[in-house]
């Protein structure tokens, strides 16, 4: 059972990236999926969240507006499409199988940079 986060890098203020959340061994359409971040220095926060039950979805206010949670359960994955970044969204992300820090299973995390 594993989740493999992937797809963050270097990317200018206002630019965009995706972000995938893959899992192997297991369903992610059975879990809530989550979407989590740790700035340096900063505890990790949550950031997004799909729901298994009725998909439904949530986000963080720092983000509302400018990042998307989708499913793909063709692929087993789960994306967060990031269109808008600011400097503030620099940090580790993570996927878990869970909108909380009580997680069952979480992915090994990718560094998301903005800069100029």
């Known amino acids: 059972v594993q989740l493999q986060a992937s797809g963050g890098g270097l990317a200018q203020p206002g630019g965009s990236l995706r972000l995938s959340c893959a899992a192997s061994?297991?369903?992610?359409?059975?879990?809530?999926i989550g979407w989590f971040r740790q700035a340096p220095g900063k505890e990790r926060e949550a950031v997004s969240c799909?729901?298994?039950?009725?998909?439904?979805?949530w986000y963080a206010d720092s983000v509302k507006g400018r990042f998307a949670i989708s499913r793909d359960n063709a692929k087993n994955t789960v994306h967060l499409q990031m269109d808008g970044l600011k400097f503030e969204d620099t940090a580790v992300y993570y996927c878990?199988?869970?909108?909380?820090?009580?997680?069952?299973?979480w992915g090994q995390g990718t560094l998301v940079t903005v800069s100029s």
């Open positions: 878990a199988t869970d909108c909380s820090e009580y997680a069952d299973y």
């Open positions: 799909i729901s298994s039950s009725d998909g439904s979805i």
């Open positions: 061994g297991f369903t992610l359409d059975y879990y809530n």
